[in-house]
């Protein structure tokens, strides 16, 4: 029933429900958009701007303990204070603490505490952060700085270590749950030379610097103490979120606040400090309000639009367009493809009337076209000079170019029509099934006359009308060029001279030997003696000789699986897989005995080896390889025949 409805209407009807339908989708586009897109775009900026907030309070944080760090040092490492702590001089008080509490303002400390080596206690002054009243030393900081206290001791006040130094966060019990900033640093002369005779601890409360921290970073900061959570349930949830997943939290307490935490270590390297960065949501308001005012203007611009464009169309396009469908039938029902359509204007609609005077010219010369096009297929695949083919998933062939059938030594098309495709693979079973014909592969193929001829096959599978299978492709004699592959291949693996495998192919063997189990493996270093003064009395000529020589004899000698090499101007290796080392030597003796066999008065032959065997995969093939070539020389030096 529907579609009986829509066809009755007219192209204008439904291009107005067409445009109704996208007016409300594009409305419900915009506000997703404005939803999902814009306005989380700004919540991942706030986002950004959250965690850069934080992270700037916790790199003010580190720089207010390194500033503290460096007010210790500067009292640590001072010879005064290196003489007070050894023999608490009162002159050094008066000097330095005789308005202690003034003193503390200046450097900007709550407190300050001398521990000599016997961790006691030999001067000290605290003030409280909240009413700046000079106390006594709280219980929690005294058990901090006792050597006899928890885990969390501070150091080792016995130790007389010049690097003794320690800063951070110090979380106390009392004066209320305070967080304080605490350095520590070994007490040395103003050289910074020890041994150290005690430390110098100076701090102060963070809540002290909460303010200026909240103004620089435009926000409201707080710290809690963690060994004390109980006493702030709120946070128990947001900090198990925080120190399973090791990350920053960051909550919405309302729509127009945020609140960011994070765990910090305290001095002794534990999780106990919250940081609570809040501020007001400022970016994420404004975006609120940017996206519903850009909602209301795509949605109200969407809406005139529309109406504009479907006026528009109805002028300009849907009448013509009824009238060009007129006249097409007019010709459609007489069956006069002579006869052509008015053709006025410059427009789309024109150019569509052209293009149909122009499809009604190419029907009258499309059948000519058709054969000409085919006779053209025909030439050129007869002439072409690639080799192609079409045949049958059974094998059989349909069609033959002349340069197939030169290749395979056939006299004739018709003579090689009657061949059956697996008949000319050398190995029938190699011959690809339709799922191995989606990209080129290489085949050996047997000519006529029985020889082989190395083949590349590019192949496509073809349908027919009537989905019967087809395939064709592109046949290359590829047997000069492997033949030539084969030989570089020789080359680059053999040293010109003697024959022998060279230098890169016995690299590559190592590589391939490295973590080898067929063990034992034995390397036989080998050194021509005597070639050097062959060289110089003889010629380079000569000395040549001497090695091909030399190479005849390790061919004869060694067995037909052992990797001989030439490394060097006169150096060899022999590697000998599940070969021991006294089966290596005796292979050995039967070289020198070939050598002596073989030399003559103006050419002695003789060779100096080192043996040695790798016999279990903890040794590294480098080190066996290495302590043969020692060996090699340790008997060159010696003269000695073998060494191992």
């Known amino acids: 029933m529907k579609r009986k409805f829509w066809a009755t209407l007219s192209l204008y009807k439904k291009m107005l429900i067409i445009f109704a339908v996208f007016i409300i989708i594009s409305i419900a586009a915009a506000l997703l958009i404005n939803q999902f897109i814009i306005l989380r775009s700004f919540m991942e900026l706030e986002k950004e701007l959250i965690v850069k907030r934080v992270e700037g ?9 390194d500033n503290l760090n460096s007010t210790c040092i500067d009292w640590a490492h001072w010879d005064d204070s290196y003489q007070f702590i050894q023999n608490e001089n009162q002159d050094y008080i008066n000097s330095n603490y005789t308005d202690a509490e003034d003193t503390l303002k200046t450097l900007k400390l709550d407190f300050v505490i001398y521990v000599n080596l016997d961790g006691q ?25 006792s050597p006899i206290s928890d885990s969390r001791a501070l150091q080792n006040f016995n130790n007389t270590d010049e690097n003794n130094n320690l800063k951070g966060l110090l979380l106390l019990d009392e004066p209320d749950e305070n967080i304080f900033l605490l350095s520590s640093n070994s007490i040395l002369t103003c050289t910074g030379k020890g041994p150290s005779k005690g430390t110098l601890i100076m701090g102060y409360a963070l809540d002290d610097e909460i303010e200026e921290l909240s103004a620089l970073t435009d926000s409201e900061i707080q710290f809690f103490n963690l060994n004390n959570i109980q006493n702030h349930t709120e946070f128990s949830r947001i900090l198990n979120e925080s120190a399973a997943r090791n990350y920053m939290k960051i909550s919405y307490e309302t729509t127009d606040r945020y609140s960011a935490f994070d765990i910090l270590q305290d001095i002794s390297g534990n999780d106990n400090v919250l940081l609570k960065v809040s501020g007001v949501r400022e970016i994420y308001l404004h975006g609120r309000t940017t996206a519903a005012i850009l909602a209301l203007t795509v949605s109200f611009s969407t809406l005139i639009l529309s109406v504009i464009t479907l006026f528009a169309l109805n002028i300009l396009f849907f009448k013509r367009v009824h009238n060009l469908s007129l006249s097409v039938k007019k010709i459609g029902d007489e069956k006069n493809i002579s006869k052509r359509l008015d053709v ?10 052209k293009d149909i005077n122009k499809m009604l010219d190419e029907i009258e010369n499309s059948q000519n076209q ?8 025909k030439e050129l695949f007869e002439n072409s000079l690639d080799d192609i083919y079409r045949s049958n998933p059974d094998g059989q062939y349909i069609s033959v170019n002349n340069a197939l059938v030169r290749m395979l030594g056939y006299g004739s098309k018709e003579e090689l029509l009657k061949v059956n495709t697996k008949d000319l693979y050398y190995y029938q079973e190699t011959r690809p099934d339709i799922n191995e014909r989606t990209r080129s592969f290489n085949k ?15 192949p496509r599978v073809i349908y027919d009308k009537e989905n019967k299978v087809y395939y064709e492709g592109i046949v290359r004699d590829v047997t000069a060029q492997r033949e030539f592959d084969e030989k570089l291949k020789y080359i680059s693996f053999h040293d010109s001279l003697t024959d022998l495998y060279n230098r890169t192919y016995f690299d590559e063997e190592l590589k391939r030997l490295k973590n080898t189990r067929q063990l034992p493996l034995t390397i036989v270093m080998g050194d021509v003696n005597g070639l050097k003064e062959i060289n110089d009395t003889y010629g380079h000529e000569k000395g040549d000789i001497m090695l091909k020589k030399i190479a005849r004899i390790l061919k004869y000698c060694f067995r ?38 073989k030399s003559t ?44």
């Open 601 to 644: 008065k103006t050419m002695p032959l003789s060779i100096a080896f080192g043996i040695k065997t790798k016999d279990s995969t903890d040794i590294k093939l480098k080190v066996v390889i290495k302590e043969a070539e020692i060996l090699m020389y340790e008997n060159k030096r010696s003269k000695k025949t073998v060494h191992s």
């Open 57 to 65: 309070v916790e790199k003010l944080i580190d720089n207010m303990v």
């Open 370 to 377: 058709i054969i000409k096009t085919q006779n053209m297929y």
């Open 560 to 597: 037909s699986d052992d990797m001989i090499a030439r490394i060097g101007g006169d150096e060899f290796c022999i590697i000998l897989h599940n070969t021991s080392k006294e089966n290596a030597e005796r292979i050995i003796q039967r070289v020198h005995k070939q050598c002596m066999s």
């Open 121 to 145: 206690i030999i001067y000290s002054k605290f003030y409280d952060p909240m009413d700046g009243l000079e106390k006594p030393l709280p219980n929690s900081l005294v058990n901090f700085v």
């Open 344 to 353: 006025e204007g410059n427009d789309e609609i024109t150019s569509v009337a």
């Open 444 to 458: 050996i193929l047997k000519k006529k006359d029985g020889t082989k001829i190395f083949v590349e096959i590019s």
